[in-house]
């Protein structure tokens, strides 16, 4: 039930009953299909099929998507739940999710034309996986200087080009692919394509070894005259810019959600751990040098979740939301380092080993202050908001 202005503001961590039998539903799958599996598929570098398939079964590829598309018709708040929940247990598996939900369905919700999404969602919301193709190499933080070209053939287009770094790339049917229609125009000839996985002109090539989030794949898309229906232009001709703009401003906050969850996973982990260590006669946790690492951690991901809900919040509520979005995965995934780091410590020599699932969530939450925007390009996007805001 959306909150009403009438009567006292609802305090942001508080879950509504569907919000919170969701989350329980998220947790579950996490605990049940997930858990078991995190540190093979880290090592393996693999994505389990199976827990793909428990994903599309439960409704979780396509939490926005109305149901007359066959999805959930939840909120994008629900979608950060589930990035959260998952993130706590597995931050790889989490991001599958994220990038499907936060930044592929929404894509086609907020651009598709009707046909689009008679034709795209329900495949989304049952058993396609979505990848979002905008990097390459020369172009990451600058990313409208991509060099992907397009070129109409009268009843199509032809791409041309190398994406780069691109997730779920080795599981997709489905690609988002931006590339430039009209390079004298700059960044207004930046086009979006709905490309299929079967596609003339379409491969998949080389898989990144990752340091974390090993078991989501990454890979390299290479577009060699890859036929696309004229149909498949996503939004406008011309006005692809704005898709991945617009789209990026919201995903970032599934990453904020993802660097949550891991810092939940972390201080969980860390917290259990110290009750249950002894050293000099009783558990470590009974040490205020611990316990103040503990305080610590839980300081970080209150701040965090706060910052996080908020903005999600904002997204579903139509307000602005664009400085809280970068700020709440500038901040989430500064302190998900912090917090994976301290779990390390409190665990001690174990914590340095693979025995223990906080050295994975170390390595794994690097990434937050890379993709979907550098920390540097949020305290950009920041400082520009309070800039103006204040000039
Ligand atoms: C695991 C992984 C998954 C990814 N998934 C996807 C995906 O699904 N789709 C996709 O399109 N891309 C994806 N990316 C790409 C990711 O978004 C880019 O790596 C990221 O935007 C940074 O770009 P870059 O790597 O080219 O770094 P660069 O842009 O070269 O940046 C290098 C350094 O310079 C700094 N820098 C650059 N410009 C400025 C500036 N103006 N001011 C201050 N500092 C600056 C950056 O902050 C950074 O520290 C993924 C990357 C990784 C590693």
Known sequence: MAPTLE?????????????????????????REVAPHVRAMDEAGVFRPEILRAFFENGLMAIEVPEAYGGQGGSFFQSVLAVEELAAVDPSASVILDVQNTL??????????????RQYLPKLASDTVGAYALSEAGSGSDAFALETKAASDGDGWVLNGRKMWITNAAEAGLYLVFANANP??????????????????????????????????TCELILDDC??????????????????????????????????????????????????????GKPIAEFQGVQFEIAQMAVEVEAARLMVYNAARLRDAGKPFVAEAAMAKYYASTIAEQCASRAVEVLGGVGFTRDYPVEKLYRDAKIGRIYEGTSNMQRTVIARHILEKRS
């Open 7 to 31: 009567g006292p503001a609802r305090p942001l961590t508080e879950l509504t009953e569907e919000e919170s039998m969701f989350r329980s539903t998220v947790r579950e799958i996490a605990r």
């Open 104 to 117: 592929v369905n929404n894509a086609l919700l907020r651009w598709g034309s009707d046909e689009q999404k």
């Open 184 to 217: 004298a125009a700059g960044y207004k000839g930046i086009t979006c394509f709905l490309v299929e996985r079967g596609f003339r002109g379409l491969k998949v090539g080389k898989k990144e070894e990752k340091l974390g989030i090993r078991a989501s794949s």
């Open 227 to 280: 036929r696309v229906p004229a149909g498949n232009v996503l939004g406008e001709v011309g006005k692809g810019y704005k898709v991945a703009i617009e789209t990026l401003n919201e995903g970032r906050i599934g990453i904020g959600g993802q660097m949550l969850g891991l810092a939940e996973g972390a201080l969980g982990h860390a917290s259990g751990y110290a009750k249950q260590r002894k050293q000099f």
